[in-house]
C-alpha cells in the first residue's frame, strides 16, 4: 500500500502570496489531519476533514482554510502569507474504524516565506 | 485542556543500551489514545507505538514497548537494543475522545535522542 503523500516536497513564496499544499492519504483512509511544525511552537493542529467535512479546527487565523474532495484527497490553502508560516506542514491520514488507532504522516511540505 | 510534557529535552544512549524516554499526559477524558512517534531529520514522522486508555496490557512493537501507567498519567517509551538509526527526534502524542469521532492529535515538546558507539 502507498503511504502518505504531499506535494511539493518544498516551497519558497514571499510575504503577501498565497499558497496551496496538496496531500493524498493511504487508499482507505477517509480522515486527513494536517499540523503546522516549527522550531518555536512546535507540532500544532491545522483542522482535520473527514468525509469531505471539516470535523475540527485548530486556533490559526482564517488565512488558513483546507477541504477535502470525495476521493479523500485533501488540500490545505494559506493566503496572505507572513514570514511566520515558514514551516513543516504536515498531514495525517487515519482510516478511523473501531479498533484502527494509527495516524500515518506523510513526508511533510517545507513552506520558506521570504 | 489536553497537555502532553516531555522533560528531557536531549537523551544519550549507547549502542545496544536500552533508553526509556518519558511522557506524561493530562487529560479529564475517560477514552483517549497515546502514541509515540519518531522524526529523523529528514522531517518525515514515523508511527511507533500506540496506547488505548482500555488496554490493560502495555502496548509492544518490536524494539519498542510502552510503559504505561493509567494512575500516574504517564506513557513512557522503552527502546531495547539502542541502534544507530534510532538517534532522531522522538515526540510523544494523545488523542482525546473515541477512536471514531477524533483524529486531533496534542504533542509534546520532543526528545532529541542520540545513540552512540
Known amino acids: 500500500k502507498a503511504g502518505v503523500t504531499q506535494t511539493p516536497r518544498y516551497l519558497i513564496k514571499t510575504r503577501g502570496q498565497q499558497v496551496t499544499l496538496s496531500c493524498s492519504p493511504i487508499s482507505g483512509h477517509r480522515s486527513v489531519s494536517w499540523y503546522q511544525q516549527t522550531p518555536g511552537q512546535g507540532l500544532q493542529f491545522l483542522f482535520e476533514?473527514?468525509?469531505?467535512?471539516?470535523?475540527n479546527k485548530g486556533n490559526f487565523p482564517g488565512r488558513f482554510s483546507g477541504r477535502q474532495f470525495s476521493n479523500s484527497r485533501s488540500e490545505m490553502n494559506v493566503s496572505t502569507l507572513e514570514l511566520g508560516d515558514s514551516a513543516l506542514y504536515l498531514c495525517a491520514s487515519s482510516f478511523q474504524g473501531e479498533d484502527y488507532n494509527e495516524q500515518f504522516f506523510g513526508p511533510g511540505t517545507r513552506l520558506t516565506v521570504l | 485542556a489536553q497537555k502532553i510534557t516531555q522533560t528531557q529535552p536531549g537523551m544519550f544512549v549507547q549502542e545496544k543500551e536500552a533508553v526509556t524516554l518519558d511522557c506524561t499526559y493530562d487529560t479529564s477524558d475517560q477514552s483517549y489514545g497515546l502514541f509515540w512517534y519518531k522524526q529523523p531529520s529528514s522531517g518525515e514522522m514515523i508511527f511507533l507505538i500506540y496506547?488505548?486508555?482500555?488496554?490493560?496490557q502495555n502496548a509492544t512493537e518490536g524494539r519498542y514497548s510502552l510503559n504505561f501507567q493509567k494512575a500516574r498519567k504517564s506513557a513512557n517509551l522503552v527502546i531495547s537494543a539502542s541502534q544507530l538509526g534510532d538517534s532522531a527526534m522522538y515526540f510523544c502524542a494523545m488523542r482525546e475522545g473515541n477512536t471514531g469521532t477524533a483524529s486531533k492529535l496534542t504533542f509534546g515538546t520532543g526528545t532529541r535522542l542520540q545513540v552512540t558507539l
Open positions: 496506547q488505548g486508555s482500555y488496554d490493560e
Open positions: 476533514y473527514f468525509s469531505e467535512t471539516q470535523r
